[in-house]
């Protein structure tokens, strides 16, 4: 079984979205989208709200619910198995407290009510929750159902889930603020249903702990002095006959009941020379990923047994090295029935198929989620075809960023990565000039249909061409475009992104870098002797990587860089910029080209 949809009304900051799921699916997109309140309305809606904050007002959208205030969650669930008879799964369908069939059309994406299914559909059930606040009590309360259409089960007559449904999706969810030291405990709830799914509670062991904490062979109230002032505790309860005359007061580690033993046995790691060391104070990627190895065992567990296992997890990469993100990925598919996650990882994202990646959008409070590509066969460009393959995780990168720059080729996509990395890595940067984030996305030199790919996403993304005929046919071609950008960036009269780079490098003259030194004869030393070996070195990736390095060892040069990132910052974020160093031209379709006026061929 798995979930096929979702659907979410006034949850949280979600007035209404609905979400479809493949089998394996990863939600990505900007920070504060919705990928958490996704993830956690579908564990309050599977029974999983132990794991979560618990409900309260911030999981009404506004925050401030009224009596007749509901948030509702809805998920379609499919797969039931190779029959589309009802009949052949009484306990969902048939009977009391069962669900109505209904059709799921998994290459529509479409839901059916209809009496019987036609080709291409598949058994379905609903189900449901809403929650409401009881102004009366100052409680808040949920309902879990079959949904069979709008209705307030509150008040009006519906069929509540039985428990048993729910445990048979098998449904695992791990909170971004999960406390991983914790997991491993007696007293995790989470780890106490997987010991009982596999039968495997110690309690004889347990047992025979708790014997041994009550006669330990170290008596602490017996120590020097300790002893002593028990003695007089003890005399004077004896004298309120409080305490019977053979009585002491003892001290043990625990309450010495058998919850009480549980919760207080520590999960350590145990070394070499008898060393312990509690997980708490292993390093935070070990002890995420050593927990992480609890959801293994027990969706391995499960798939031996037959049954399903469905993962839902808030961002699994966290604490861990991001060489670790794709097993990480690969582990999650392999054991689950179906996942579903988020992440702000490139590297995790980038581990699924497009077809598999979700990105979400929100505009107000209407939430919207599309995958990145339904079909790679469909894609007849060569040049997007190589945008999932060779550039996917730089994809998501930019999807996931601020500003987007599409550039017009591949080495302007180099140059301006490693501009941005120059400028990030500034400590001038960093104290003098705000930097938006800004990711640049490989056009493998089809700047058109790069741009249309992305914009699909980003209708902001910022297209940067240079100033010849070439970029000049561009900008007339992207302003014919159904769609076409809102902003474009032009370099001067006959520039590209050398002459961009040669005027960052010109008060390097007066006192020329190493590479400038050795490959730059004294008589070119000024700007067009500059912009000549930059075009030169055009495709020279050691060259543009030692250059970078040295535009870092002056200060200058470091201002300029700073200053043309920040420039395009402005751009992006649709304020600017100020001054005479671009020239704005604004077009009919509504289209603003900004032209760098200082950056032109000498």
Known sequence: MRICQVEITNFRGIGAGTIKFPRHSVLFGPNNVGKSSVAEALAVLLGRERLTAGTSDWDFRGGDPKPDSRFTVVATITDFGSSNDPSDYPVWFCGERSARATWWNDSAGTLSVATDAVTGEHLAAQIAVTGRYDEDDCEFELVRYFYEGPCDPFTDECQFIPGARLSELGVFFLPSNRQWDKLLAFGSSTFMKALRQQKAVPGKDIDALKHELRNPQTKIENASGLGEILATVEKELQSFSLLAEAGHIVYRPTALDTISVLQSLVPHISGGGGLLLPFSKQGAGMVSLQAFL??????????????????????????????????????????????????????????????????????GSTL????????????????????????RERFYEAL??????????????????????????????????????????????????????????????????????????????????????QRIVQWGSDAGIEYAVAWVLEPSLNSPSLTIAATLPVKDRNLRGLQKLMCDHKKDRPFHEAVAWEILDNPQCVTRVCELIRDLSIIGSGVGPNGDAWSITKYAAGTTVFSAKLIKKN
């Open 294 to 363: 609890l959801v293994l065992a027990f969706a391995e567990f499960r798939h031996k047994a037959g049954q399903n296992f469905i993962l839902i997890a808030e961002e699994p990469e966290l604490h861990l090295h991001p060489a670790l993100h794709r097993r990480l990925a690969h582990r999650i598919r392999g054991i689950s029935s179906q996942s579903i996650i988020t992440t702000h990882s490139p590297v995790i994202a980038g581990s699924y198929l497009p077809n598999e990646s979700i990105y979400l959008r929100r505009e």
């Open 368 to 391: 919207s989620a599309k995958a990145v590509r339904d079909d790679l066969s469909s894609i007849p460009e060569n040049c997007i075809k190589k945008l999932f393959v060779q550039g």
């Open 400 to 485: 996931m960023g601020g500003v987007v720059l599409v550039p017009e080729g591949d080495f302007d996509h180099e140059w301006l990565t490693l501009l941005r990395r120059v400028a990030e890595s500034s400590d001038q940067a960093a104290s003098t000039l705000p930097l938006a984030p800004l990711t640049v996305v490989p056009t493998f030199d089809a700047i058109i249909k790069t741009f249309e790919e992305v914009s699909r996403f980003r209708p902001d993304a910022i297209c940067v061409v240079d100033g010849d005929t070439a970029g000049n046919d561009y900008v007339t071609n992207l302003l014919a475009l159904a769609k076409p950008p």
